[in-house]
């Protein structure tokens, strides 16, 4: 079966988080785990701890089938490295095994400035959430040669094939956004539409963000 990885600080996961891995997880009959970064390289620090932003990822997909919380980065520590987490996904699940990596058209355009961006082809299959307003029919140079050949519009190539494929996952509109959502709690603003029950209630109770 194809495994997903989906990585980020989910800092707090939010509704277009879970509709985004249960699109993915239906649309390409795949397992989605949910990485939540201990350091990430390319944004801010997370304003909630390790344990709490893994503890809401785990309230926000409980009722979400094919969807599981994959805590590896946060044991590893140190900068939160896709290409590591994708070569240690590789050596557990095999050779073989299809095994894809999903991310937002924004992050994807980004690529060329990731830590051995190069290696993350040869390790996984590339799945590429399309966004509004983030075009990639003209990609950088560097990204468009790289994965010149590699690009796919079929799901199962990304079951027969354990890596290397590109593929465009259209998820539906989703504008929710860990930012905004914090800003709406800073500023006392709506904020409990954006999150599952659960995780609302959990922000409430641990005081979180200001709340």
Known sequence: MLSLFYGGTFDPVHRAHVALARAAAVTLRAEVRLIPAANPPHRDQPSASAEHRARMLALAIADA?????????LRRGGPSWSVLTALELREQLGEHAPLGMVLGADAFLQLPSWHLWRELIALAHLVVVARPGYALAALPEPLAQALEGHW?????????????????????????????LRQRLRERGEWESMVPAAVAGYIRENHLYGC
């Open 152 to 180: 796919s519009t079929q799901a199962e190539d990304l079951h027969r094939l354990p890596a290397g494929r590109v593929f465009v996952l259209d998820a539906g509109s989703h504008p929710q956004s860990s930012s905004l």
């Open 65 to 73: 089938p094919g969807l599981s919380v994959d805590q590896r980065e």
